[in-house]
T-cell receptor, first 113, second 112 residues
């Protein structure tokens, strides 16, 4: 399977715990995105990498959130001290050069209890 | 705020009929648009795209129309099938911004 892969698919955590999600993009894609999606809403942009450089972060990304793409390949999104409002689907997408479609993974559904 | 929106949150059509899903955008600097389909519990799936130098593009059973004058995008699905039931999102790529901005989506239901 050469698509975008996300792990885990589901995560249930207690409020206050830290969680980390992983995204493996399509191998030749240099652009990687994280989005958050809540029920009934469209995906909201969180952050964007070009290779290993994090070029943009949304104001939605509080200081409890951090994302890395250390070698320009896979990426991790960490949420520290989770809150119930963090419950959502976290989507990763990758793109090649230019005006091309973004390919999405199946997402990680986070539930904070 | 983010600029992409949709006119109708839900749409029901009879199987076999054609459906039209609409989208309005407000950023005139957007130069690339994509329609995505999202089924429950899955990530968005690419359907069709269009660049701002075009006003129409056709795929298999789908057509996207772009009207830059009124900043309007539509997705036409011909001869709808039960498998077309999903939420459809339009997304815009603002020139130079390098990110896709999504609207809220339209839920399409195909009635037998």
């Amino acid at each position: 399977d050469t698509g975008v892969s996300q792990d885990p698919r589901h995560k249930i955590t207690k409020r206050g715990q830290n969680v980390t999600f992983r995204c493996d993009p399509i191998s030749e894609h240099n652009r990687l995105y994280w989005y958050r999606q809540t029920l009934g809403q469209g995906p909201e942009f969180l952050t964007y990498f070009q290779n290993e450089a994090q070029l943009e972060k949304s104001r939605l990304l509080s200081d409890r959130f951090s994302a890395e793409r250390p070698k320009g390949s896979f990426s991790t999104l960490e949420i520290q001290r989770t809150e119930q409002g963090d419950s959502a689907m976290y989507l990763c997408a990758s793109r090649g050069e230019g005006n091309t479609e973004a390919f999405f993974g199946q997402g990680t559904r986070l539930t904070v209890v | 705020g983010e600029s992409v929106g949709l006119h109708l949150p839900t749409l029901s059509v009879q199987e076999g009929d054609n459906s039209i899903i609409n989208c309005a955008y407000s950023n005139s600097a957007s130069d690339y648009f994509i329609w995505y389909k999202q089924e429950s519990g899955k990530g968005p799936q690419f359907i069709i795209d269009i660049r701002s130098n075009m006003d129409k593009r056709q795929g298999q059973r789908v057509t996207v129309l772009l009207n830059k004058t009124v900043k309007h995008l539509s997705l036409q699905i011909a001869a709808t099938q039960p498998g077309d039931s999903a939420v459809y999102f339009c997304a815009e790529d603002i020139q130079g911004a390098q990110k896709l901005v999504f609207g809220q989506g339209t839920r399409l239901t195909i009635n037998p």
